[in-house]
């Protein structure tokens, strides 16, 4: 049978060096756009990606950030270690929005691409239908380390089993085998990079209670088995946020698009009903 998912590369530009970055679409409706999470690409919405009834109502878009998947570094990528940031991160997701055009998109992140999403709604509340934050918080410190990059360690292995155990055991055995799959590919040095991100350069504390969720609805799902970031950190910082809604997804860890997708879409449907 033929798959729905298509994809394809947009040159994008972001401080001042130039990028291809591959994408994948499947679908009609409002664009859904989908961030993936550390060390890891947009193979993680594989499944949302194929699933009839959510692709029949929204153009589901994920994409790789540079450095991931199938998206490229920049030219002489090697000159400089690869290290996230908050502003590198949003300046990277308005550049691809731009380059792919799409308008007005409803935005949905998992782990540092939960995170970002609320820097998103904060900075650009007008050009966002809405965001969804997937096991997401406003500070989530605690998980650099130099074994995730280190010239003695198999660092494809050392990242797959390191995420591996943030799922939940309830769901299907070989969805959490697939995420191991996917962040045993990365190359060395990225998930070290983004890690960087998601645990030293993001704190938002100081600014969540800004959000206008008037102009741009937040809602945040955590996964009861996550303890990266979790279904406490969540709940503060969804406190934070003036008419935020959180919801605790039971049977769940911290990659709810890729370890559970169906059970993910029954937390998913009321929310997303609100934009049909």
Not at 65 to 80: A, I, N, T, V
Request: hydrophobic share 35%.
């Amino acid at each position: 049978m033929k798959d729905p998912v298509t994809g394809r590369y947009v040159e994008i530009e972001v401080q001042g060096k130039n990028c291809r970055v591959y994408y994948e679409s499947a679908g009609q409706g409002v664009p859904l756009v989908c961030l993936h999470t550390a060390g890891a690409d947009s193979r993680q919405y594989q499944e949302l990606l194929r699933n009839e009834e959510l692709i029949s109502r929204f153009q589901v878009i994920a994409f790789d950030l540079p450095y991931h998947g199938r998206s490229m570094p920049p030219k002489e990528w090697w000159l400089e270690p690869y290290r996230l940031t908050t502003d590198l991160y949003v300046e990277t997701i308005m550049a691809f929005l731009k380059a792919a055009e799409i308008e007005q998109p409803l935005v949905m992140g998992c782990s540092m691409g939960g995170n970002i999403t609320l820097e998103l709604a904060y900075r650009y509340p007008e050009q966002f239908r809405g965001v969804i934050a997937l096991e997401a918080a406003a500070a989530t410190g605690g998980r650099l380390n130099d074994y995730l990059f280190h010239p003695q360690i198999n660092g494809g292995e050392m990242c797959a089993t390191n995420v591996y155990g943030l799922m939940a055991p309830q769901s299907p055995e070989h969805l959490r085998r697939d995420v191991w799959w996917i962040y045993s590919q990365g190359a060395p040095g990225v998930y070290y990079g983004d890690i960087s991100f998601y645990s030293e350069d993001w704190n938002a504390t100081d600014r969540v209670d800004k959000i206008d969720t008037g102009k741009c609805p937040v809602f945040m799902f955590t996964g009861e088995y996550d303890y990266s970031c979790s279904p406490e950190m969540s709940l503060k910082t969804a406190k934070q946020i003036p008419g935020a809604e959180f919801q605790v997804m039971k049977e769940m860890g911290h990659f709810p698009m890729s370890e559970n997708p169906s059970l993910l879409m029954d937390y998913l449907r009321p929310v997303l009903q609100r934009f049909y």
